[in-house]
């Protein structure tokens, strides 16, 4: 699919100015050699991507954590009665982020999407339990995913990874350049209480996927690594 067309459908409708669409266009080359870069990585393809021409703002009752910018999110879809797994790119992601973050949050949103086909391939899952809670949320994303050691052989996106997903995701200038680039000058917002932001599948949709028996090998090649490096730590 065309990574850009609900970008280019919000220019054609006048919701985003000429200069921030000639930006996200021009930079969108950074999010392609990112996903090259995990595939080559990983030894798997990345699936299905999009832009999103919209900030993704959550909302929470804390008040200490009472609100937060999503710059990309992992969707489970079902469409056309096929099941797919979506990643969703804001476009000031696309627009401000450095190169390095750009690739940390494809690389953490594809920690997110494997995890996600482990436990539906194996019917572990029927809801993505989220919290309603930033703080929680953030600890929660945490604990949920592979090892980005045993998925990715790459040492440089390893590091990326780990200075910008220590505890959560955080990029004080992304977020700066977000909320006077874009949001201050009221382009496209999508607001999502977290709360609400959940992954309902049910046991007989799951149950008719066809999942790629090449992509539950590799899954199963990263939970064997994942498992020496857990050994290696322990000892």
């Given at each position: 699919m065309d990574h850009l067309v609900k970008v280019k459908e919000s220019y054609e409708k006048?919701?985003?100015?000429?200069?921030?669409?000639?930006?996200?266009?021009e930079r969108f080359s950074l999010v392609s050699s990112g996903i090259d870069r995990i595939e080559k990585a990983s030894g798997t393809k990345y699936p299905v991507s999009y832009?999103?021409?919209?900030?993704?703002?959550?909302?929470?009752?804390?008040?200490?954590?009472?609100?937060?910018i999503l710059f990309a999110r992992t969707l489970p879809v079902f469409f056309e009665e096929?099941?797919?797994?979506?990643?969703?790119?804001?476009?000031p992601l696309?627009?401000?982020?450095?190169?390095?973050t750009i690739h940390a949050i494809l690389a953490h949103e594809f920690l997110h999407y494997l995890e996600l086909v482990r436990k539906a391939s194996r019917m572990e899952i029927l809801s993505d339990e989220v919290?309603?809670?930033?703080?929680?949320?953030?600890?929660?994303?945490?604990?949920?995913?592979?090892?980005?050691?045993?998925?990715?052989?790459?040492?440089?996106?390893?590091?990326?990874?780990?200075?910008?997903?220590?505890t959560g995701f955080k990029d004080y200038k992304l977020e700066d350049k977000t909320e006077k680039l874009w949001i201050s000058k009221n382009l496209p917002v999508?607001?999502?209480?977290?709360?609400?932001?959940?992954?309902?599948?049910?046991?007989?949709?799951?149950?008719?996927?066809?999942?790629?028996?090449a992509l539950l090998s590799k899954i199963k090649e990263y939970e064997e690594r994942e498992s020496k490096l857990r050994k290696r730590k322990i000892y």
């Open positions: 006048g919701l985003l100015p000429q200069d921030i669409y000639d930006l996200i266009t832009v999103e021409p919209s900030a993704i703002l959550t909302s929470s009752a804390d008040v200490t954590f009472g609100y937060g096929k099941f797919q797994i979506m990643i969703q790119i804001s476009a696309v627009a401000f982020g450095l190169k390095g919290s309603a809670n930033l703080f929680e949320n953030v600890y929660a994303d945490s604990t949920r995913l592979f090892e980005a050691r045993a998925v990715f052989d790459d040492q440089t996106l390893l590091t990326h990874i780990t200075k910008k997903f220590p999508t607001n999502i209480a977290l709360d609400a932001n959940t992954v309902k599948l049910s046991a007989e949709s799951l149950a008719k996927v066809n999942w790629d028996p």
